[in-house]
């Protein structure tokens, strides 16, 4: 029997086309699934269901990513034309919480960072220019400088690493208990984690797009790891 650990997927809501006409979909990305997988975990997703229901869908999971996508509908948190679905916003925060009383490793990625840091009571700079390649995001990488004795550099290695870059929000000031663990070019934030309590390590980069480079499949190892003791 396979004993890989099982890995909770957040979805990104989306209006969709199909044969019976348009329809709403929660979407999973299938690079997230690739690389749990490649990593020794076993990928399940997470539908949108009431926060009160969170807990529930992580009865039978040994791990969590809050996955990107859309912004999050809290103030100073996108411009006029924001991409939001509050729902999706009330379900994570259950599921961020959840997982806190559950003890179990999360990994945030770029909105999933952004969510945790808001629950924490942190805040979110609106916007950030010259921070979304879009459809370049594989050719123009960023910089990014890993601080040293942190979690994220027992994954990565302190120092320089080459990242994506599509967000256009990042942190601005962190929420409780929340030690930045690396920044980019002009100091914005790039990641987090947790300084103590149960695992967690966000980045503002898309690791699922990522195969092949440390700063993807080495985080998506290192969760997997947490997740077998």
């Given at each position: 029997?396979?004993s ?8 990104v ?5 199909t ?6 979909a929660?979407t ?18 997470l539908?949108?269901v009431?926060?009160e229901?969170a ?8 791990g969590?990513?809050l996955s990107?996508?859309q912004?999050?509908?809290?103030p100073?948190?996108g411009?006029?034309?924001r991409?939001v679905?509050?729902?999706r916003?009330?379900?994570?925060f259950?599921l961020?919480?959840a997982a806190?009383?559950k ?9 999933g960072?952004?969510?945790v840091?808001?629950a924490?009571?942190?805040t979110?700079?609106?916007?950030l220019?010259g ?13 990014v400088?890993?601080e040293?004795?942190?979690?994220l550099a027992g994954?990565?290695?302190a120092?320089?690493c080459?990242v994506?870059t ?7 000031e ?6 930045v ?11 987090a984690e ?5 695992w967690f ?12 480079r440390p700063a993807?499949?080495?985080?998506f190892?290192?969760?997997?790891k947490?997740?077998?003791?």
């Amino acid at each position: 029997m396979d004993s890989r650990p099982v890995i909770a997927i957040t979805p990104v809501p989306r209006d969709v086309k199909t044969g019976y006409g348009p329809d709403r979909a929660d979407t999973v990305a299938r690079g997230f699934g690739d690389a749990v997988v490649a990593a020794g975990g076993l990928p399940i997703s997470l539908p949108q269901v009431p926060p009160e229901l969170a807990a529930g869908q992580l009865a039978g999971a040994d791990g969590l990513v809050l996955s990107g996508g859309q912004d999050l509908d809290q103030p100073g948190a996108g411009g006029e034309d924001r991409w939001v679905d509050p729902g999706r916003d009330r379900h994570e925060f259950g599921l961020w919480e959840a997982a806190r009383a559950k003890g179990i490793p999360v990994l945030g990625v770029c909105r999933g960072l952004q969510l945790v840091n808001v629950a924490l009571g942190g805040t979110l700079v609106g916007h950030l220019d010259g921070h979304d390649a879009a459809e370049r995001h594989a050719e123009e990488l960023e910089e990014v400088e890993v601080e040293g004795e942190t979690l994220l550099a027992g994954i990565l290695g302190a120092g320089p690493c080459l990242v994506n870059t599509i967000h256009h929000q990042a942190i601005d000031e962190p929420g409780e208990g929340l030690r930045v663990s690396a920044r980019g070019a002009g100091g914005a934030i790039e990641a987090a984690e947790l300084d103590g309590g149960p695992w967690f390590v966000g980045v503002q980069w898309h690791p699922e797009l990522l195969p092949g480079r440390p700063a993807g499949d080495a985080l998506f190892a290192a969760l997997v790891k947490r997740c077998r003791g």
